[in-house]
């Protein structure tokens, strides 16, 4: 067990409709990634806060967005939801922003199928 | 463009015998790179790491060895065990400051290993 909690484990929804993906990252980490596993791309980044604060953007979709609150659990919104959008979506989190990838941790993911 | 390749999507290897599992880069701003093992239902995990000024690193059962002039990197793990059954994924990090390309790790596609008992 990470400590990185996600929730819901498993999303079944339509195309065109949006979801909201929950992560709770670990105990004193204030930094908190996303990144989407999908079949034909493997893993990618997609985006990272720090302390509430939006740090790095990598692949994302405009129709992809996300936050983290002040109690530094994060959720990633996902709008008109396309069936390529299927994919395990990985939330991480780490105590800071720095390049010490060792610390930083993977929830188990939330599997999204879009029909 | 896929700057991190895993070019074997599976592996299968006999229980005891070295699985060696590679992985090529493009981008020679890449100066980070790590394993990561995964198994069904859980994130990854790290595994190993080196940095661009070594080329090889061990830890127990896993050593990396880094090329770079080949922009090139292999996990050898010896012994295989059945519990080394899961998809590895290297991934990779640039440096060059602070910029948030600094913060970003870029994974390959992941080799699936199968050790047999």
């Known amino acids: 067990d990470s400590g990185v909690t996600q929730t819901p484990k498993h999303l079944i929804t339509a195309t065109g409709q949006r979801v909201t993906l929950r992560c709770s990252p670990r105990?004193?980490?204030?930094?908190v990634y996303w990144y989407q596993q999908s079949l034909d791309q493997g893993l990618q980044f997609l985006i990272q806060y720090y302390n509430g604060e939006e740090r790095a953007k990598g692949n994302i979709l405009e129709r992809f967005s996300a936050q983290q609150f002040p109690d530094l659990h994060s959720e990633l919104n996902l709008s008109s939801l396309e069936l390529g959008d299927s994919a395990l979506y990985f939330c991480?989190?780490?105590?800071?922003?720095?390049?010490?990838?060792?610390?930083?941790?993977f929830g188990p993911g939330t599997r999204l199928l879009v029909l | 463009d896929q700057q991190v390749k895993q070019n074997s999507p599976s592996l299968s290897v006999q229980e005891g015998r070295i699985s060696i599992l590679n992985c090529d880069y493009t981008?020679?701003?890449?100066?980070?790179f790590l394993w990561y093992k995964k198994y069904p239902a859980e994130g990854p995990t790290f595994l190993i790491s080196?940095?661009?000024?070594?080329d090889k690193n061990e830890d127990g059962r896993f050593t990396v060895f880094l090329n770079k002039s080949a922009k090139h990197l292999s996990l050898h793990i010896v012994p295989s065990q059945p519990g080394d059954s899961a998809v590895y994924f290297c991934?990779?990090?640039?440096?060059?400051?602070?910029?948030?390309?600094?913060?970003?790790?870029?994974f390959g596609k992941g080799t699936k290993l199968s050790v047999i008992p």
């Open positions: 991480a989190s780490s105590v800071g922003v720095s390049r010490k990838w060792e610390t930083q941790y």
């Open positions: 080196i940095s661009s000024i070594k």
């Open positions: 981008n020679s701003m890449f100066d980070y």
């Open positions: 991934a990779a990090s640039r440096g060059g400051g602070t910029g948030a390309g600094s913060y970003q790790l870029t």
């Open positions: 105990s004193g980490d204030l930094s």
